[in-house]
């Protein structure tokens, strides 16, 4: 979420802003809502498949009430459900890899490279090593 912040505050490559946020945390919901409307999905991941199912949940609630035509993000599990969930109602993704992961895809991102309509890495290496990927230069 730091890395989505900052490329918000980059108004020069970031013209537009977003009519809706979804995070996984409540701390960063309060902040998100002086923005624009706020949801907190929560997190899961496959060690607790009762957690990942709400999020599930969640997401489909979120979806049908705001109906997003795109989804940027920086990505989590979590924000990789609610990317799919988007994606069955046509909503097209943009999936920015974590730039922490330096020599191989997050686990999320190895799931959304298959969904994704634009998926960047932050490294160049990343980018060379996967035709579906595209390096666009790092956020941080």
Known sequence: MNQL????????????QPDFYVTTMPQLSEMLSKRGRAYVIGECNRHHPVETLKVILRAF???????????????????????????????????????????????SGRLMIRFADLFLTQWPELAEANPKAEYAGEII
């Open 5 to 16: 912040l900052l490329l918000l505050e980059q108004s020069d490559q970031w013209p537009l």
């Open 61 to 107: 609630r979120i979806v049908f009430k705001e109906r997003p035509g795109l989804i940027i993000t920086t990505g989590s599990m979590p924000i990789a459900m609610l990317c799919l969930v988007s994606k069955l109602f046509g909503a097209k993704v943009v999936w920015v890899d974590s730039v922490a992961n330096t020599e191989r895809f997050s686990m």
